[in-house]
């Protein structure tokens, strides 16, 4: 099982650059990684409510070079006493939005950035954002992807859902998302047959209320693609080790459970 520490928290630590490559998919996507290394200013143009405690926050990076669904980003926010904070965010938009990328941010209690982003930030603001970063959760479209997220750990599963979309890929795709509440599930709106809600406080009317179980994840596991699952996890530590755990009993293959964890 491969993992590692996602982007989507209030963080202050940063990451070694990522050296020029060049990602590439015949008939998918193919984007280049030469401007990680540097940074550049993104403004922000619009801000869209998603829950009461998440926004999307859409900039305008006219330098921005794409990314794969899946990947993150480095964010640079300088104070007028010069104070600098940095965040690694998940990217929530499809890679063919051209100049434009998307973040969605929960309102983090105590969260310097997060706290500036849905108190202060305004269109029109400057940040400056590196990237795309780390290719390990990347999903370039060219696989069936089983993917399973709580909270805002859809925020980089949403990216590849709205890629498979926009390009219009009949490669397999499904998704698992867990949330407290209706209210409180991100991109409601978006979701279509390819999603199920899991709800763990409060549920519509002949919706259970619960944890993702076994019961949500067998069936998936039962209709295998050919070439089977990648299975993309994204949420806290303990959801993450839940949902991995649910995952292999069900028969799906360790070495093909990717992790990102919030923390």
Not at 156 to 167: F, G, K
Not at 170 to 191: C, H, K, M, T
């Amino acid at each position: 099982m491969t993992e590692t520490m996602t982007p989507s928290t209030d963080e202050t630590t940063d990451e070694a650059f990522v050296p020029p490559t060049r990602f590439a998919v015949p008939g998918r996507i193919a984007v280049s990684t030469g401007t990680a290394t540097t940074w550049q200013t993104a403004t922000l143009t619009e801000i869209r409510r998603e829950t009461p405690d998440a926004a999307t926050f859409r900039f305008a990076v006219p330098a921005w070079e794409g990314h794969l669904p899946g990947h993150h980003l480095m964010l640079r926010l300088t104070a007028g006493d010069g104070y600098v904070a940095q965040r690694h965010y998940s990217i929530a938009s499809a890679p063919d939005d051209s100049g434009h990328i998307e973040l969605t941010l929960d309102h983090v209690d105590g969260g310097e950035v997060s706290g500036w982003f849905h108190t202060v930030a305004r269109p029109g603001d400057s940040v400056e954002v590196r990237g795309p970063l780390s290719g390990f959760f990347a999903w370039p479209g060219d696989r069936p992807a089983l993917l399973v997220g709580a909270g805002s750990g859809v925020v980089p599963l949403m990216s590849m859902l709205r890629h498979h979309r926009a390009r219009g890929l009949d490669v397999p795709l499904r998704l698992l998302v867990s949330a407290r509440s209706p209210e409180e599930l991100i991109y409601a709106g978006e979701y279509g047959d390819e999603t199920t809600a899991v709800f763990t406080r409060v549920a519509p009317d002949g919706v259970p209320v619960g944890r993702m179980a076994t019961a949500h994840v067998a069936p998936l596991l039962a209709e295998q693609p050919p070439g089977g699952w990648e299975a993309y996890i994204c949420g806290s530590n303990g959801f993450a080790e839940h949902a991995s755990r649910l995952l292999v009993q069900a028969g799906q293959p360790v070495d093909r459970i990717r992790i990102e964890r919030f923390g």
